[in-house]
Every structure is written in structure tokens, then in C-alpha cells.
């Protein structure tokens, strides 16, 4: 009997797959796309969204949020007249909002492939080799039973999983990976977390409004180092000094002992031999790309000294019709970036210009206040030996900022001294995963800081504070 044949295999269902395999069923090609996660689907059914949807980007948003609406009630309500006693956080119900959600955004996919006529294979997707100008994927269920399809073009979109530290077991009950993490039953009275990056601080914040003691270990010398040092700086004094988080640099992790009352994790810092004592213990160290189990040996497909597919700018690999998108490729693991990439993909399959600019992927850290940023920081700019200008505006001065009770942070806007072309924005505040979209806009249509300070931007809205930004860069600031 023959194999089933498809135009597009999809192997992997996150932002990544899932986008890909959308689009080029939306191009006229015949798609399928292979997941094998079921998550924690209480039936067991696979679960499409990847670690995303699942366990990532859109559980942490949903905790977040209840996390910051109990600390507003708490601590925010006060200066509008409002009073509210006795705040109470139900931690059952705040993680049963959270896994609705993700239901909800889950099924959405599979009504998405029914109605873009894509087949839904179920199991690990591998290469089982090559006859003629069709690749064999093997899809294997969890009975170890193997079905064969064909292909004409692969998309490998297998993710990535969360690093482990050696010596450090996680069970997501006591000491927890990211999965874990989002499905506490309580506040734990001690939290410890290691890894200062967007994970940890974004988990961390959510357990600390809750009412946790928050200690958090980074193994760099230098906070938030991938941002620019000014708003590095600022986050780093308003985590610390107004939130209350603990959060110690330059730290090595020497043992870490699970027991019945909990987990002692021994380091050493610029401070000596020092030892952490808590309740639960999240580890927050990175992501490894999810390559194992591929194939990849068996057809020479090419892989790079960290375990990430080796792709050229448009995502191709050395293999001919087999592409690669999302976090088993380079880059940052961002889910935005996995789905552009994923358009791309599909639109050159299809004889079309897809392109990705890689220059203008926005950054965001869901904490409060958030940090975005898209383009080069100063520390960059500096090394490249670039000229620039800076332009930086607070929020403070912000009559929108003002009213809704938080001035926390500024917009900073980089340009280049001969031409004026923006360069980088940073944003550390309220809504900067909002207020960024404006500048990579601008930055993808290649603007300089003139264009955005031209822009009519409503009043009152914190957007002001990218237009002033704008004008800052030319120091002529109207309302700073």
C-alpha cells in the first residue's frame, strides 16, 4: 500500500509548526502537520500550540495578570478610594483560569487546521529517508507503531525543551521547570529560583505578589545583560529595591539537597559559601533545541555544536526541500520569531519573496513594569564603533501615566548621528509590550527619528512618551 503523500510536512505543532503548516495550506499545498504532546490533556489527547500555548508564553500571561490584579487590590486601590479588605487569592481557581485559557487557545489550532483542510498526524515525526524527490517521515505513536507518509517539502519545527542542571532533578513538584512552575497548588512560603532571565523573573514576580519570599540565583556578573544597561539599571532597582525581590549575581551552584521540608541549595558568591533554604525550587537556566529522536543522522542532516539545525538566512537547511524554523534553530527562542519564520518558509516553498528581518524582532519581559526593545542597545552601538543619539523621556512626565497611577520607567530611542535612522528603542513600563509595536514599524520601514516625532500621537496615551522620545533625540522635548 502506498505511502500517504503530502505537498508540506509539518513536523512539530508549536508557533512555529503550526503557523507554517497554516500558511501553506492557505498557498494551495497539500499539509500535514506530526505533534505527539498531549501536555497535561486530561483525556490524553494531543494538544497542538507547542510549549507556548501550553506551558510557556500564554499560562505565564494568564498568572501574571491574577498575580498583578491581587497586588493592585492590596496596594493600589488606596490612592484611587478605594478600599478593599481581607483581599483573598484563591491559588485553585487563579490556575484553573489559566489552564481554561489554554484549552480555549488549543482547540482554536485544531478548529484552525479542520478549516484549512490540514491533516493532523499523531506521534514523533522522523526522517525515515529519501526515494526519489520524496522524503519518508516516519510518524511513531506512543505504542511504538510507525506509520510512513511522503513529502515533498519538510518543515522542522520540533521546539526546544527547558535545561536541566546535572545533579539538580526536577520533578515539577518540589523543584520545577518552567511546566511545573505554572501549576503550583499554593504560595510557597520560601521560593527559590535559579536563573535571572525572562522565566525566572516573570515566575518569580507572579510568586512574590502572591506573598512568597522570592530569592532568585544568576550565574552572570551582570543583571538582565542582553537589554540596554539603562534599563538593566532601572529594573534592576525597582525589582529590588520597591518589589522586594532577592536576586544574587555571579553565583555557583556547588550542591542541591531535596528533603521533607523542602530544598537547601549551597553556592558560592563574591560573598563566600552561602546557603538557600526553601520551600520550592524553580530552575530557569535556558532551553536546549529539541533535536534528539529526528533522524537527522540518518539523512546528513546538519546540526551545530549546540544541538540546533544549521540553517542559512532563509531558514533552509543543506538538505534539499527540508527547512527548519523556531527554536531547534539560531536565534532567540521567541515564539513570534518561530512564526514568522514560518510564513517565510511556506511563502518561498510557494516561489514567493518570503523574508524575515532579523535586525527587527521585538523583545518583551512580562514583569511589572515590562521591558521591551527592539534593534541595537548602546552597548552595541559602542562596540560596533557606531555614532548615535539618544533620546530618553520618562514616564513620569506622562499625564496618561499619571492618571492610571504608575510612572514607573522611560522610553529610550537610539539613532544614528549621520543619518538619523532609528537604531534600537527600549522600554521599560507599563504597556512596553504594547508601545514597542510603533517602533518596530518604524524600523521596519527603515525611519528615522524625525518620521516618528512628525506622527500625531493621540492624547492622553502613554505612546506620547515615544513621540517625546523622538523629539528628545533632537533635543527638543515639548513636555520634558
Known sequence: MANKQFDVVVIGAGPGGYVAAIRAAQLGFSTACIEMESYADPKGEVRLGGTCLNVGCIPSKALLRSSELYDEANHSFVMHGITADNVKMDVGTMVRRKDNIVTQLTGGIKGLFKKNKITQLTGRGSFAGRENELWQIAVTGKDGAAEVVDAKHVIVATGSSPRHIEGIPVDNQVICDNVGALSLDAVPKRLGVIGAGVIGLELGSVWKRLGAEVTILEALPDFLAAADPAVAKEAWKTFTTKQGLKINLGVKITSVKQGKKGVTIDYESGDGAQKLECDRLIVSVGRVPNTAGLGADQVGLKLDNRGC???????????????????????????????????????????????????????????????????????????????????????????????????TGFVKMLACAKTDRVLGVHIIGASASELIAEAVTAMEFGAVSEDIARICHAHPTLSEVMHEAALAVDKRPLHF
Not at 514560518?342 to 524575515?356: D, K, P, R, S, W
Request: a negative charge.
Open 309 to 407: 539545525i544549521e540553517v542559512n538566512d532563509h531558514c533552509q537547511t543543506n538538505l534539499e526541500n527540508v527547512w527548519a524554523v523556531g527554536d531547534v534553530i539560531r536565534g532567540p527562542m521567541l515564539a513570534h520569531k518561530g512564526m514568522e519564520e514560518g510564513v517565510m518558509v511556506a511563502e518561498l516553498i510557494a516561489g514567493q519573496a518570503g523574508h524575515v528581518n532579523y535586525d527587527a524582532i521585538p523583545w518583551v519581559i512580562y514583569t511589572h513594569p515590562e521591558i521591551a526593545w527592539v534593534g541595537k542597545t548602546e552597548t552595541q552601538l559602542k562596540n560596533e564603533g557606531v555614532e548615535y543619539k539618544v533620546g530618553q523621556i520618562p514616564f513620569m512626565a506622562n499625564g496618561r501615566a499619571l492618571g492610571q497611577g504608575d510612572t
